[in-house]
């Protein structure tokens, strides 16, 4: 009967033990005078057990003081100092650490992280740990320099630039920006805060610069000196232009006139004249329109040039036509007006009586100019024919 007592008090203890959430919370904790801190509070999810309730409590004298509050309706801060600087994580299952921020001396104190569940029967199972919060002023870290650019330290004339000065510690925390000086002189105090600006910077601002950092806790700090450089930005741009041409890829020529300039090209695809003018580029595309412009034109002269010729073709043509047709015209005219004349019994024979010479003789010679006529208007229809055929 002893036995069996024994082995149910050992399920109940196993169960109690291995079958609930535990909670992980550490026995202390120090946070920063002035900064933040985590309390650490977590638990591992099990299979049937929800989360229904999360407190957060500080202990004030006798008794502790809820000071957050979770639940169905939400978040609840229950204390007017902790307003803006409380928060509780729920990002992560099993995650409810409380998160304090600008921590003040009085925030020193016990604090209990209490999580109740929900069982799979239906009852509820609470658990709580506490844990020990310390408030320490803490001593000033080596301050940091950095850049607000990605110039880093070497800028160019007339940009708008600060340098950082960063350290760790309980703030407060003052601020001083030194330039160090030539032969050997004290740095002068520039600037008094966490940035050093320069709106615009100077060639006049090159130079050494560091800063140096103090809280209420431990000595001042000091940071590393950083070499500040501001180049002028017209020898940048002289520098630039003045590149040498050597590793540029020449086009070859394949005229034989010998030009008096050189083409090269970029790698990334534009032609360079590097003797007329270095510094002056054109894209291939540009090169390849003014080429198709020039063919267009040229080939539109062209054009032009050939539907003038044709048209002077046509009007010579014609005139041949109209030639032939007046020498058909004044032929046939001309021919029948001799025949007329030589064949024609109707004229005065008064006309003949003061002549010497005889009809025969007259004959003959009309006959010739008639032959003539012929001859000429059939040569003529050959060439109007010759003209014809080539129109």
Same mark, same amino acid.
């Given at each position: 009967?002893?036995?069996?007592?024994?082995?149910?008090?050992?399920?109940?203890?196993?169960?109690?033990?291995?079958?609930?959430?535990?909670?992980?919370?550490?026995?202390?904790?120090?946070?920063?005078?002035?900064?933040?801190?985590?309390?650490?509070?977590?638990?591992?999810?099990?299979?049937?057990?929800?989360?229904?309730?999360?407190?957060?409590?500080?202990?004030?004298?006798?008794?502790?003081?809820?000071?957050?509050?979770?639940?169905?309706?939400?978040?609840?801060?229950?204390?007017?100092?902790?307003?803006?600087?409380?928060?509780?994580?729920?990002?992560?299952?099993?995650?409810?650490?409380?998160?304090?921020?600008?921590?003040?001396?009085?925030?020193?104190?016990?604090?209990?992280?209490?999580? !109740?569940?929900?069982?799979?029967?239906?009852?509820?199972?609470?658990?709580?740990?506490?844990?020990?919060?310390?408030?320490?002023?803490?001593?000033?870290?080596?301050?940091?320099?950095?850049?607000?650019?990605?110039?880093?330290?070497?800028?160019?004339?007339?940009?708008?630039?600060?340098?950082?000065?960063?350290?760790?510690?309980?703030?407060?925390?003052?601020?001083?920006?030194?330039?160090?000086?030539?032969?050997?002189?004290?740095?002068?105090?520039?600037?008094?805060?966490?940035?050093?600006?320069?709106?615009?910077?100077?060639?006049?601002?090159?130079?050494?610069?560091?800063?140096?950092?103090?809280?209420?806790?431990?000595?001042?700090?000091?940071?590393?000196?950083?070499?500040?450089?501001?180049?002028?930005?017209?020898?940048?741009?002289?520098?630039?232009?003045?590149?040498?041409?050597?590793?540029?890829?020449?086009?070859?020529? !394949?005229?034989?006139?010998?030009?008096?300039?050189?083409?090269?090209?970029?790698?990334?695809?534009?032609?360079?004249?590097?003797?007329?003018?270095?510094?002056?580029?054109?894209?291939?595309?540009?090169?390849?329109?003014?080429?198709?412009?020039?063919?267009?034109?040229?080939?539109?002269?062209?054009?032009?040039?050939?539907?003038?010729?044709?048209?002077?073709?046509?009007?010579?043509?014609?005139?041949?036509?109209?030639?032939?047709?007046?020498?058909?015209?004044?032929?046939? !005219?001309?021919?029948?007006?001799?025949?007329?004349?030589?064949?024609?019994?109707?004229?005065?024979?008064?006309?003949?009586?003061?002549?010497?010479?005889?009809?025969?003789?007259?004959?003959?010679?009309?006959?010739?100019?008639?032959?003539?006529?012929?001859?000429?208007?059939?040569?003529?229809?050959?060439?109007?024919?010759?003209?014809?055929?080539?129109?």
């Amino acid at each position: 009967m002893g036995i069996l007592l024994g082995l149910l008090v050992l399920g109940h203890l196993t169960v109690d033990t291995y079958g609930r959430p535990i909670l992980e919370v550490p026995e202390n904790i120090t946070g920063p005078w002035k900064g933040d801190v985590t309390i650490p509070c977590t638990y591992g999810p099990l299979q049937g057990y929800t989360q229904v309730l999360v407190k957060w409590l500080v202990h004030r004298g006798s008794y502790p003081v809820t000071i957050f509050l979770r639940d169905s309706s939400g978040d609840h801060i229950q204390q007017a100092k902790y307003q803006g600087r409380l928060h509780v994580s729920h990002k992560v299952p099993g995650d409810v650490s409380l998160q304090l921020s600008t921590l003040e001396m009085d925030d020193r104190s016990h604090y209990t992280c209490e999580v !109740t569940w929900q069982t799979p029967d239906g009852n509820q199972v609470v658990r709580d740990k506490i844990t020990e919060l310390r408030v320490q002023k803490l001593s000033v870290s080596k301050p940091t320099v950095t850049t607000g650019s990605g110039y880093g330290f070497t800028v160019p004339q007339g940009m708008r630039i600060s340098l950082q000065c960063q350290a760790l510690g309980s703030p407060p925390i003052s601020y001083i920006w030194y330039k160090e000086q030539t032969n050997n002189q004290e740095p002068i105090k520039v600037g008094n805060l966490s940035t050093l600006l320069f709106k615009p910077a100077l060639v006049a601002d090159s130079g050494s610069y560091f800063c140096t950092a103090k809280g209420k806790v431990g000595s001042e700090q000091h940071s590393d000196v950083v070499k500040f450089v501001v180049k002028d930005s017209s020898k940048l741009l002289k520098t630039n232009t003045e590149a040498p041409t050597t590793m540029r890829y020449p086009l070859k020529a !394949t005229s034989t006139v010998k030009q008096p300039w050189d083409w090269t090209t970029d790698m990334d695809g534009y032609l360079r004249e590097t003797r007329a003018g270095p510094g002056k580029s054109m894209p291939i595309f540009a090169i390849v329109l003014i080429i198709s412009l020039c063919c267009m034109v040229v080939f539109t002269m062209a054009y032009i040039m050939l539907c003038r010729k044709t048209s002077q073709q046509e009007h010579v043509c014609e005139a041949a036509r109209v030639h032939a047709r007046e020498a058909d015209d004044s032929g046939e !005219t001309m021919r029948v007006a001799i025949f007329a004349s030589g064949c024609s019994s109707d004229e005065p024979t008064s006309q003949n009586l003061g002549n010497n010479y005889s009809d025969q003789p007259r004959i003959g010679q009309e006959y010739q100019i008639i032959t003539q006529i012929n001859g000429d208007y059939t040569q003529l229809l050959h060439t109007a024919a010759r003209s014809k055929s080539v129109c």
